[in-house]
């Protein structure tokens, strides 16, 4: 069989995910592998027809796609996305309907599922058998059980292609809407208690609806919100992945382009911000995610921690809710406080206007109070997950994340809960014992809300 791999590193077959692939075609000698380097090579892909051709014959003649990537900002790296939303803008879609598709992904385990999400739906979209996935720690391949693990999970794919399955689809399409939203007057000023609000974008087309939300939410404050659109930001390219700047959070590109400097002078200094984009196929556009990638230069720390945050979406947004699980763990990982979504979906200026007039007051009113809502498990599962990497094996590479995590606190291990592990280990061995368990089964319930009691004294006298 012809498998073509669409390789989504940035590093090529430096790639820890390539790695894998090799593994694969060490293992399987009778099949044959065409790899592309996506990323590495996006813009000689975006400039010569040519070499974007050359990827689709491939596909095209190929038994099985495989999506290899690693996992950038919850998603695939930008230089890939930007690659699938070319096979739309090329009207390339046909060469990969009814091939098998398959997904391949290295990551440290963070929110791989929303990475594995999305290329499972692009997958359908495309009209494609997707024959499922494999989602590998870094270096899971350095054992001797996932290794059989990642074989048995091909030979999977290969039994499956073989026994011409069936399979279903897991993502019903994305309808996109025709409406184009037009604001209306505004009511009157809405206070920003002196508080920098940005709104960071990437529309291009001014009579589009975004455009109009955009003007919508700016008009509710009378003026003063800063409008920064990201094709104006010299940004040289995408996220490299090459890791520099965990030692001292200096990024590889260093001066030769703007975005440093635009997002420590803008992006820091602000006090909300505002992302306002037109979904594209599953996501944002590529530029949006070129932006996310390239704010980890200041790697695992919160870089807009304490600030407002809120989105503008140009879409059908409550048809792709893990898009919005990836926007929700964003905020809730940089510590941020996220206000809301608003969508054009709605189909109705007047509604519409409501709902971006609302969205406007409650930012204002949490600039006025500060507020920041406690983590969900988005936060709080993806902050146990870099701080356990980050004590452990990636401290050394990630030396600021490690500086920054003992100083705020983040390596709250229970191992230092010494009270705790004393309680635990006398109440181990007590808790065998017929009787003292027998006693103490009815005592549970009054005994988990006894901490609370002091809060109630006056009403318990």
Avoid at 201 to 206: A, E, M, P, W
Avoid at 298 to 312: D, E, M
Wanted: hydrophobic share 35%; with cysteine.
């Amino acid at each position: 069989m012809k498998f073509t791999v669409l390789n989504g590193s940035p590093k090529g077959m430096t790639s820890v995910t390539m790695q894998y692939v090799r593994y694969l075609m060490r293992e399987f000698p009778g099949h044959e592998f065409v790899i592309h380097n996506i990323s590495h090579g996006i813009k000689k892909i975006e400039r010569d027809r040519g070499a974007f051709d050359a990827i689709m014959n491939d596909v095209k003649s190929s038994d099985c796609v495989i999506w290899g990537t690693p996992v950038y900002f919850l998603l695939v790296p930008s230089q890939y996305k930007r690659f699938i939303e070319l096979i739309r803008e090329r009207n390339a879609r046909g060469h990969f309907k009814g091939r098998h598709s398959a997904v391949l992904i290295t990551s440290i385990h963070f929110f791989d599922n929303t990475a594995l999400t999305y290329l499972n739906a692009i997958s359908d979209d495309l009209g494609m058998k997707y024959a499922g996935s494999f989602s590998a720690d870094m270096y899971d391949l350095m054992k001797s059980e996932q290794r059989k693990k990642l074989s048995t999970y091909f030979e999977g794919v290969v039994r499956q292609i073989e026994g011409g399955m069936a399979f279903s689809r897991a993502f019903a399409a994305v309808r996109k809407s025709t409406f184009r939203y037009r604001p209306g007057r505004p009511k009157g000023a809405v206070n920003t208690w002196n508080k920098k609000i940005t709104v960071v974008t990437d529309c291009t087309d001014n009579s589009s609806g975004l455009r109009g939300m955009i003007d919508g939410f700016c008009g509710c404050f009378g003026g003063g919100v800063e409008v920064i659109n990201l094709y104006d930001i010299d940004i040289g390219g995408g996220c490299l992945g090459c890791c520099r700047c965990g030692l001292d959070n200096e990024c590889i590109y260093g001066d030769s382009d703007g975005y440093i400097n635009f997002y420590n002078s803008k992006i820091k200094t602000s006090d909300a911000i505002v992302f306002a984009g037109e979904i594209k196929d599953r996501y944002l556009s590529w530029k949006f995610k070129q932006y996310f990638d390239r704010s980890f230069f200041n790697t695992h720390a919160p870089s807009i921690g304490g600030k407002q945050a809120a989105f503008l979406i140009s879409g059908p947004l409550s048809s792709i809710p893990n898009l919005r699980q990836i926007l929700e763990g964003y905020i809730e990982m940089q510590h941020a406080n996220l206000v809301d979504f608003v969508s054009d979906e709605v189909n109705n200026s007047r509604e519409l206007d409501s709902m971006i007039r609302s969205l406007a007051e409650r930012l204002a009113m949490n600039l006025e109070t500060g507020y920041i809502k406690n983590k969900s498990f988005l936060g709080v599962g993806g902050t146990k997950v870099f701080r356990d990497d980050v004590w452990g094996r990636l401290r050394f590479v990630f030396r600021m994340d490690h500086g920054y995590y003992k100083k705020h606190g983040i390596y709250d291990f229970p191992h230092r809960q010494y009270r705790t592990r004393l309680l635990n280990a006398s109440m181990s061995v007590l808790m065998v014992i017929p009787g003292f368990r027998k006693a103490f089964s009815p005592k549970i319930k009054k005994g988990m809300i006894r901490p609370f009691q002091f809060l109630f004294k006056d009403n318990n006298k």
